[in-house]
């Protein structure tokens, strides 16, 4: 039976994780959820699992390493996964520093922990061993590898060229993890996975974001000439994927995670709208974000090849469901955009508006 860390649970991708775990399997004994609950967690999204005796939240953020270590002394945990990071490019380029500190000192005050506490001998500082069973997870990206040309795809021996603050503060974070792999023995694994879209996720990202406005006949914004190429993911697909590296990854390996499903910016948005019964007349091209990477492409040979993990959902299904599910929760969009979050949109599109 495990005993889980997930940090970041409150997030897009950690809740969906969070309901993935605790429904999937009946091998976890308790899952944490530490989150600080910046703009990006909402405890909404996990009103499902609040009654799960397993489950148990905490306010915190990962770099208060006190805080960190009393988790690991009073649940004892066996396995960290770790999500929490700020996660919005557009965000990064407005304010690098916070990126840098929460995404890089962050991850090694979770590594910190866990060797302390993992070790069988801490205080032996050369011993590289571990207790059994035990395994960090780190939730990276596939922005790690840079923008591709037309043709290729990432592999996990592309070499890293991260080119947004974001990405390259992901970046450090998974060299980071590979030290302690190569330099205490520490047993990790790192998945780098493309976009994911589905269920909560926040409406600063493309999707949402477009679905939202949409929905209020509100301008769409695009990119440039949107003809940028995303390979999104369905994110129970990103979380199956997750599970079964915690299972089944080879010590000190990297996972790359993605489905084969390239798209270009504006044929998500045509189809979003064709959807929602909308006029094109809506998306606007606005300014290009600076350093925009043209092309993602996953190649996803090793998880699937060597661990047998597969997307379950096709692009059309998932895109369907997802519109679905934010046109029945808008109270959630609404509550979520309410506030700060105007302020951060007539910020953000106020500089962007000349394309
Ligand atoms: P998100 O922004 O929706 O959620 C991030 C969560 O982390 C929030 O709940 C926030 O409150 C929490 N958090 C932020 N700073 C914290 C701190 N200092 N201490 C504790 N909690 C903190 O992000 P997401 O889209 O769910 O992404 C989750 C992870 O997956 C990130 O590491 C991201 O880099 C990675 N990832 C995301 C995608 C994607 O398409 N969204 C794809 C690949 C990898
Ligand atoms: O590839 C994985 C990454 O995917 C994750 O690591 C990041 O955390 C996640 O945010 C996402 O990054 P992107 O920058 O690709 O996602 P975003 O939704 O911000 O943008 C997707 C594409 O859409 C990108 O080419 C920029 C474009 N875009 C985005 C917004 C918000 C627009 O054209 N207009 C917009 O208003």
């Not at 506490?117 to 207790?131: L, N």
């Not at 060299?175 to 409406?203: D, K, W």
């Amino acid at each position: 039976m495990k005993r889980v860390l997930v940090t970041g649970g409150a997030g897009f991708i950690g809740s969906n994780f969070v309901h993935y775990l605790l429904g999937h399997t009946d091998g976890v004994e308790c899952l944490v959820n530490l989150d600080a609950l910046t703009y990006a967690g909402n405890l909404e999204n996990l009103t499902a699992v609040e009654s799960d005796t397993r489950y148990h939240f905490v306010k915190g953020d990962i770099r208060d390493q006190k805080l960190v270590d009393n988790l690991f002394c009073e649940h004892n945990f066996d396995t960290v996964v770790h999500f929490a990071a700020e996660s919005h490019v557009d965000r990064s380029i407005e304010e690098p520093e916070l990126f840098l500190t929460t995404n890089i000192v962050g991850t090694q005050t979770l590594l910190d922990a866990a060797k302390r506490h993992w070790k069988i001998d801490p205080e032996d500082k050369y011993s590289r061993e571990y207790c059994e069973g035990v395994k960090y997870l780190q939730v990276s990206t596939d922005e790690v590898y840079g923008a591709l040309g037309a043709t290729g795809m990432f592999t996990e021996k592309t070499p890293l060229q991260p080119n947004s603050p974001y990405s390259s503060s992901k970046a450090g974070a998974d060299l980071i993890v590979r030290a302690y792999h190569e330099t205490y023995g520490m047993p990790v694994n790192i998945t780098r996975c493309s976009n994911n879209y589905g269920p909560y996720q926040f409406p600063e990202k493309l999707i949402p974001l477009m679905i939202h406005n949409a929905c209020n006949d509100k301008s769409l914004p695009v990119y440039g000439d949107g003809m940028q190429i995303r390979d999104w993911l369905h994110v129970s697909d990103h979380c199956a994927a997750i599970a079964t590296v915690l299972e089944k990854g080879k010590v000190g390996e990297v996972y790359n995670i993605g489905g084969n499903n390239e798209k270009a910016n504006i044929e998500i948005v045509r189809l979003i709208l064709q959807e929602l019964g909308k006029p094109e007349s809506l998306i606007t091209h606005v300014k290009d974000r600076p350093g925009h990477d043209r092309r993602y492409a996953i190649d996803n040979t090793k998880i699937t090849t060597e661990l047998g993990w597969a997307p379950a959902y096709t692009f059309e299904q998932g895109i369907h469901e997802t519109i679905q599910w934010y046109l029945n929760h808008m109270e959630w969009v609404e509550r979520i955009t309410s506030g700060d979050y105007q302020k951060y949109y007539r910020d953000m599109y106020q500089k962007a508006q000349q394309p």
